[in-house]
């Protein structure tokens, strides 16, 4: 296996990203691959955020992870910092090899980096597999999620 570059993602990246959160029962519903410009909209607003942390996972010159990485200051927890770890995707023919391990560590090494005390995740409550792997690295199903679309 070759190495893996885990980078800052750029425009050109934008149709390898949406085409990996379109490729699933989920985002096959929620995903527009065929129209590129919401996505290069966010990705505008995104990069203009220091906050924000959208990255890919290069092998061989090809986009074949993603990860959404938000840098959250607050109140609670006396005044700490969390980070909240979105939209993980694994291109189809990488699943099963450890790439999503590494991008998850790589969240968690950056999170530390920025003083973060707390890492914290949704899933879809129908991603069973993905419930699994995140419980072998450590994460617990502490707390119920809700959402209201608008």
Not at 9 to 36: T, W, Y
Not at 81 to 87: D, I, K, M, Q
Request: proline fraction near 5%.
């Amino acid at each position: 296996m070759t190495d893996l570059e885990i980078r800052r993602a750029v425009a050109a990246d934008i149709s390898a990203i949406v085409a990996m959160l379109a490729d699933d029962p989920l985002g096959a519903q929620r995903e527009s691959p065929d129209d590129p410009a919401p996505y290069l909209a966010a990705f505008e607003r995104l990069s203009g955020d220091p906050n924000q942390q959208l990255v890919v996972a290069v092998r061989d010159g090809r986009v074949v992870g993603t990860l959404h990485l938000t840098i959250i200051p607050g109140l609670s927890r006396k005044g700490a910092t969390r980070s909240l770890v979105e939209a993980v995707r694994v291109h189809a023919d990488e699943r099963g090899n450890g790439l999503g391990t590494q991008l998850i560590e790589w969240a968690i090494d950056e999170s530390r980096r920025q003083s973060c005390r707390l890492v914290q995740l949704t899933s879809d409550a129908t991603r069973t597999d993905a419930h699994r792997f995140y419980e072998r690295l450590g994460f617990e199903a502490s707390h119920v999620g809700f959402k209201l679309p608008l």
